[in-house]
């Protein structure tokens, strides 16, 4: 990978953006020399992020990791320590890496649900153990590990992306 830096520290993947800077449109020295016409604009599909709306979120109020939130999205949300967790929650070892539970956002059912993962550590809501889905009411406590987080919905009766 070809990285370049602009005047301004930005680092940018050179190969894939050119001579010009996609986070501030700035010419690079060389090119300004050179007498190279200006006009390159990125498209702007490259400098586009997806945002992805969030349906709610868990709380750390036990842990590690208090005071944390994550954020919930539409559709299953697999929790574990991994990087390739759509939650990850670090500092709490008793947390599997891989699939501890499952939060699943369900827009038409407008519902959330907790789900046991298909690793070795189980998951709690309000102290009882997840052995099968089971619904997620506003406020209820999920334990993983030695953590416990609160449940806190944004989409459901009173709201949903769908109708915005």
């Not at 997620?136 to 459901?156: A, E, H, M, N, Q």
Request: proline residues 7%.
């Amino acid at each position: 990978m070809s990285l370049d830096r602009c005047p301004n520290g930005h680092v940018y993947n050179a190969r894939r953006y050119g001579k010009i800077c996609p986070y501030c449109n700035m010419k690079l020295k060389e090119e300004k020399e050179a007498g190279k016409p200006a006009g390159f604009e990125p498209p702007v599909e490259i400098l586009a992020e997806d945002v992805r709306p969030v349906c709610g979120w868990i709380v750390c109020i036990e842990g590690a990791r208090v005071g944390a939130d994550y954020k919930i999205y539409r559709g299953k949300n697999f929790v574990g320590r991994g990087d390739e967790m759509d939650i990850q929650i670090l500092g709490d070892n008793e947390i599997n890496r891989k699939n501890h539970a499952i939060i699943v956002y369900d827009p038409v059912k407008l519902n959330s649900m907790l789900l046991p993962g298909d690793s070795a550590g189980l998951a709690y809501l309000n102290e009882e153990p997840v052995y099968v889905p089971m619904e997620l009411k506003p406020y209820d406590t999920i334990g993983l590990g030695k953590s416990r987080f609160l449940f806190v919905p944004l989409c459901g009766a009173n709201f949903s992306w769908d109708e915005v």
